[in-house]
T-cell receptor
Framework: GAVVSQHPSRVICKSGTSVKIECRSL??????MFWYRQFPKQSLMLMAT?????????EQGVEKDKFLINHASLTLSTLTVTSAHPEDSSFYIC????????FGPGTRLLVL | GNSVTQMEGPVTLSEEAFLTINCTYT??????LFWYVQYPGEGLQLLLK?????DKGSNKGFEATYRKETTSFHLEKGSVQVSDSAVYFC?????????FGTGTRLQVFP
């Protein structure tokens, strides 16, 4: 089946630093990938749609300068949380579209 | 707007019990409906889906029927197993975007 990986699985960083999260489709190519954020006991909230070779489309209320998305190849999208603060601590999940969405295992970010 | 509401958990059951997890939706038109499952430490996996009214999705003993009249897509299983313990998400799809419910944790004890 279609497999999507994320790296790292968890990361702890200091406030003010930037963190990059990778999302890879391992056995298929995906022109479209999605980034979600999940708060404890809450739903997955779509942050942005990442399209290979073009700018990402951000959902309302998501700061595009804060959450930089790069989809430079058909198998890789990256999310960079810039100048991270404790309120950015969350579980970030990506998915890749291949007929249907295939989800990565998520990355837990803790900002101290 | 489009939204999904599902019952809060956790749902705690004994093995072989009957499971129902309620899901209702609000949407314009007739979206496709999904149930995803998230096992501990893993990503979301598609469990089943239905694309039009009265469709029944089924997989691994789980079933859900797309009910237009009640805007519902309740998940059922006749006899749960310990291995079914996970978080279950109901979702609808508009264009390629998925809108999720808050998830329901199911705990099955032997």
């Amino acid at each position: 089946g279609a497999v999507v990986s994320q790296h790292p699985s968890r990361v702890i960083c200091k406030s003010g630093t930037s963190v990059k999260i990778e999302c890879r489709s391992l056995d298929f190519q995906a022109t479209t990938m999605f980034w979600y954020r999940q708060f404890p006991k809450q739903s997955l909230m779509l942050m942005a749609t990442s399209n290979e070779g073009s700018k990402a489309t951000y959902e309302q209320g998501v700061e595009k300068d804060k959450f930089l998305i790069n989809h430079a190849s058909l198998t890789l999208s990256t999310l960079t949380v810039t100048s991270a603060h404790p309120e950015d601590s969350s579980f970030y999940i990506c998915s890749a579209l291949f007929g249907t969405q295939y989800f990565g295992p998520g990355t837990r970010l803790l900002v101290l | 707007g489009n939204s999904v509401t599902q019952m809060e958990g956790p749902v705690t059951l004994s093995e072989e019990a009957f499971l129902t997890i309620n899901c209702t939706y609000t949407a314009t038109g007739y979206p496709s409906l999904f149930w995803y499952v998230q096992y501990p430490g893993e990503g979301l996996q598609l469990l089943l889906k239905a694309t039009k009214a009265d469709d029944k999705g089924s997989n691994k003993g789980f079933e859900a029927t797309y009910r237009k009249e009640t805007t519902s897509f309740h998940l059922e299983k006749g006899s749960v197993q310990v291995s079914d313990s996970a978080v279950y998400f109901c979702a609808l799809k508009r264009t390629d975007k998925l809108i999720f419910g808050t998830g329901t944790r199911l705990q099955v004890f032997p």
